[in-house]
Each structure stands twice: as C-alpha cells, then as structure tokens.
C-alpha cells in the first residue's frame, strides 16, 4: 500500500537558516511527488513537485526537493527561511491513473524563530 | 485565472440542517476534489469527479451528496450532520487524472452544533 511519512511533527528554525523536511514514501511504482504548504486556517498551495527526469526540483518561494529513489525519499529544502516560511509542509505522493489521488503525510509544523 | 473558490468561509449549522458548501473554477480543469480536514492532521479525500462523473467516493456517510451541475462547480450537500464532521472542507481542481497538479480553495470552515 502507498504511504507517506514526514518523521517530523514539528520543527523549529532561526529566520536565515537553512531549512530540511523530511519526507519518505512507500510505493510500488515509480512515485508522483508533491510538497505542499498550508498556513492557518487556509487551503493548500503547491510548492514542488516531480514527475520524471532531474531528480533535483525547484519550486516557488525558493524552495527545492531531491528525489533519492535508493532511499525512497523526498526531502524539502531552503537555503534561508523567512518568518513567512512559518506554516505546516505536507509532502503526499500521487498515482495517475484516470482519476488520481494524493496520499498526503501527516505534515510538519514549521515554527521561525525572529 | 488559476484560483479556486469556496463558498461560505464559515459555516455554522445545527445537525438538522440542511446547507451546501459550493466551490467554482474557471481553469478549464476536468477533475475535481472534495477533502476533508480536520485540525493537525492532513486532508483526507472524500470524492473526486472527473469530467462531471464521480469516479471515487471514499466510502462518506450519506448525509454527504456531492454533485457537479458543470465542469466548472462542484458543490456539496450537507444533510443531518454530526458534531464531529466539523472540519475544514477543501476543494480541488487539476487539468484531468495525468497532469497531477492540484490547485486547492481556501476551504470552507464548518462547525456542526
């Protein structure tokens, strides 16, 4: 069965550190990968994903992720975090067939400390 | 255009109520979603419509009815809820099942009293 985890529940960084999410998933095939982040009280919004080819994605908001198929992960990175940065981080793997469907991790609580 | 909207933001009602949570986007896109959340935890899909046809229904009671007049709306009908189908309720729209980006509402914040 396909599954997410981000080991992380929360965690909390000073504003201009560099910044890890960590994400692994379990699946069968090759993944449809996803980061999305949601501040309080709002929808979702898309930072990254990767579908095929560089293993190294870049997304809005100076975000990137590294798809490390050996290690079965896809781990969420910014070089400097912003104050605004803060908000929870869902990484969720998808499957295409005709009417695809997201299996979403159970989030990580970004805190920035000023 | 690539936004999505809900309707209400807030939604208040007693458990013999009966209301409807709307959502609408105007991106051309063929699939669309209903998620459920609740707080601290990550969306949970409830129905997905795709070219006007619900394909998944994730065994939801009932007193939930999704229905897609157009490909263009979606809209979910609310009947005898219970205290704990408070959540925030998210919808979600991408181009059709291959392109697996999905652009998400704001949602609609319900609590059932």
């Known amino acids: 069965a396909q599954s997410v ?110 | 255009d690539t936004e999505v909207t809900q309707t209400p933001k807030h939604l208040v009602m007693g458990m013999t109520n009966k209301k409807s949570l709307k959502c609408e986007q105007h991106m051309g896109h063929r699939a669309m979603y209903w998620y459920k959340q609740k707080a601290k935890k990550p969306p949970e899909l409830m129905f997905v419509y795709s070219y006007e046809k619900l394909s998944i229904n994730e065994s939801v009671p009932s007193r939930f009815s999704p229905e897609c007049p157009n490909s263009s709306l979606l809209n979910l009908h609310l009947h005898a809820l219970q205290p704990e189908d408070s959540a925030l309720y998210l919808c979600a729209s991408s181009q059709d099942g291959r392109e697996g980006r999905s652009y998400f509402g704001p949602g609609t914040r319900l609590t059932v009293t």
């Open chain 1, 5 to 114: 985890t981000q080991p992380d529940i929360h965690i909390t960084v000073s504003e201009g550190a560099s910044l890890e999410l960590r994400c692994n998933y379990s699946y069968g095939a090759t993944p449809y990968l996803f980061w999305y982040v949601q501040s309080p009280g709002q929808g979702l919004q898309l930072l990254l994903k990767y579908f095929s080819g560089d293993t190294l994605v870049q997304g809005i908001k100076g975000f990137e992720a590294e798809f490390k198929r050996s290690q079965s992960s896809f781990n969420l990175r910014k070089p400097s975090v912003h104050w605004s940065d803060a908000a929870e981080y869902f990484c969720a793997v998808g499957r295409m067939d005709s009417s695809y469907k997201l299996i979403f991790g159970s989030g990580t609580r970004l805190l920035v400390r000023p």
